[in-house]
Structure formats: C-alpha cells, structure tokens
C-alpha cells in the first residue's frame, strides 16, 4: 500500500484524513511501525523543515503535531503488541511558577512524532517531581521550559536538581523558551538549548546519540 497519502495528509495538518489513512493500512495488513518509519515520522520532519524555512508557522505546527498524534493513538495497540521501541523516553514539564505550556506542548508533539516517547508532566513542576520521573520513567532526557524571565532562577535551580538526584551522568537536560539563551542553558549547566519545536526535535535525537533523520 503506498503511504505517501498518509504523509502528505499529516503535512497538510488534516487529522481526520490522516487517521482515516492509518486505520486502513492497519486494516490491509500494513505493520504500525512501517506507517511510524515510511509516513508518520518523515512527514513531521517536512513539517519541521517547512517551519525552519519560514514557510509555516506555529498553527500549522499544531495541526500537523495533533494529526500525528492521532493517527499515533490510532496504533497504539499495534505498536505495543509488536513491542516497538521508541527513540528514547523524554521527560518534559515547564518549570515551578510557570503556568505557560503551550510552547512546552508543541515540543512534546513534535518529539513524539520524532519517535521519541514523551512523559509530560504539565506545568509549575518543581524540580524533585522532574527528578522523581526520570528516574520512574528511565528517561535519558528531561526538557524544560520557561516563558517568564522571572523564572529563570527555578530553571537553574531544576537543572541543579536533576544533576544531584542520583540519576547519573547518562541523563542529559535541554532548555527552552522565550527568555532563554545559549549562553544562559551554558551557565546552568544544561546540555543543549533550542529556540524552537522543530530544533527542540533534532536536537533530541543528538543528546541521545541518535543520527538526524535523513
């Protein structure tokens, strides 16, 4: 069955078609994971490439991410039976004293359909409970966010947290969100800063020691 369809309903952002197109490669006997690997996941990176260029924007990162994630629950059961592995788990939250996660959310979305599993716990999330789930989850990866440049010290101080709660040297912190920077993630000590979804995507992948999708 070709699943160009499915990719280019994904790019377009229409869920609906998208979901409808899993459903029926699932029906004709497609395995989960080649619709994940042929159409799901090369269709969310041209959607990252477009964003990149300029050529889409935020809403249609949405509409696209949504359509991804739920042609994803649509396998779910599939891809579970087949015991399929995901890129890494990745622990996300926006820092304690922010309430903001809209941002935080299009990261989570964009992961997923990068192939990553994405534990997501919200908003105002205190540095212990980051610490807590990535030790629960096994995690290699914790992202945090922050919108409020007032927040910044919590950010430290949750980077801090997690380099000092026994999870060893493998975990490794990215950051970001309006007010912060390079140079801050580099102060703080995390791993690596990106300044928006689709680069949050990529680079997750090489903090995990994964190749860029090609």
Known sequence: MDLSLIRQNLIKGDAK???DGTREALARNVPAETILRDALIPGMEEVGDLFARGEYFVPELLFSARAMSAAVDAMRPQLVKGGYEPAGKVVMG??????HDIGKRLVSMMLEGS????????????PERFVEAARES??????????????LPAMAATVRA?????????????VGGAPVTESFAQQIGADGYADDASSAAALARRLVGLPARQ
């Open 115 to 126: 192939g990553f599993e994405v534990v997501d716990l919200g908003a105002d999330v205190a």
């Open 17 to 19: 078609a998208t979901t």
């Open 138 to 151: 096994g995690a290699k990866l914790v992202g945090l966010s922050t919108l409020l440049t007032t927040m």
């Open 162 to 174: 997690i380099r000092q709660g026994g999870l060893g040297e493998k975990v490794r912190v990215m």
């Open 94 to 99: 926006t820092v304690k004293g922010d309430l």
